[in-house]
């Protein structure tokens, strides 16, 4: 059971905006910046979007990100094929003094 | 640019020792300003961090790992590495490396490919 709540699942057909959530608690995102990672399977994870839409370069700017109390949320517009990949969003929990994760969303562009 | 790459032994007895080794190159594990992770990964799950270390003394544990890991560096090498103890059938995952940025916006820039281990007698 992952200390961040994320749905399992999300789809959009190209062209789309999907956004992605996650929750968490105020001793995680409540406090601390919200990071996100793009995982294609059978490769690494990638850092894609960090606090308030940093993005690393190469990203596109079609990725955004927002922030609200206790929960987060990744954009994606003008969805593309290449986006099919799981999303994991993380952060820094004070209570537990670590990293946490959501559980992933498997992202499939229709 | 700096890149990670974990090595070590992809099969590993049930109540034996896991060891990993995540040799960092284009940089220098002993700069300041960074974490040295490590995430694992069961086949078809989520993320887990397992901990990270700094300046080769300071370290933070997942709690619910602590009582198992060790993590460590040697800057002679410019290596950090992982120990798991008492390992089960549990443990079995990818394992990746990361190098995490402390200043400003923390996060987990740099991942090696990753590494699976296996634990089966």
């Known amino acids: 059971q992952s200390v961040l709540t994320q749905p399992p699942s999300a789809s959009g057909t190209p062209g789309q905006r999907v956004t992605i959530s996650c929750s968490g608690s105020s001793s995680n995102i409540g406090t601390n910046t919200v990071n996100w990672y793009q995982q294609v399977p059978g490769t690494a994870p990638k850092l894609l979007i960090y606090t308030n839409s940093q993005r690393p370069s190469g990203v596109p700017d079609r990725f955004s990100v927002s922030k609200s109390g206790t929960s987060a949320s990744l954009a994606i517009s003008g969805l593309q094929s290449e986006d099919e990949a799981d999303y994991y969003c993380a952060a820094w929990d004070d209570s537990l003094n670590g990293w946490v994760f959501g559980g992933g969303t498997k992202l499939t562009v229709l | 640019q700096v890149q990670l790459q974990e090595s070590g032994p992809g099969l590993v007895k049930p109540s034996q020792t896991l060891s990993l080794t995540c040799t960092v190159s284009g940089g220098s594990i002993s700069s300041g300003g960074f974490y040295w992770s490590w995430i694992r990964q069961p086949a078809g799950k989520g993320l887990e961090w397992i901990g990270r270390i700094y300046t080769s003394v300071t370290t933070n544990y997942n709690p619910s790992l602590k009582s198992r890991v060790t993590i460590s560096t040697d800057t002679s090498k410019n290596q950090f590495s992982l120990r798991l103890s008492s390992v089960t059938a549990a443990d079995t995952a990818v394992y990746y490396c990361?190098?995490?940025?402390?200043?400003?916006?923390?996060?987990?820039?740099?991942w090696g490919q990753g590494t699976t281990v296996t634990v089966s007698s």
């Open positions: 990361a190098r995490e940025i402390r200043y400003g916006a923390s996060r987990m820039d740099v």
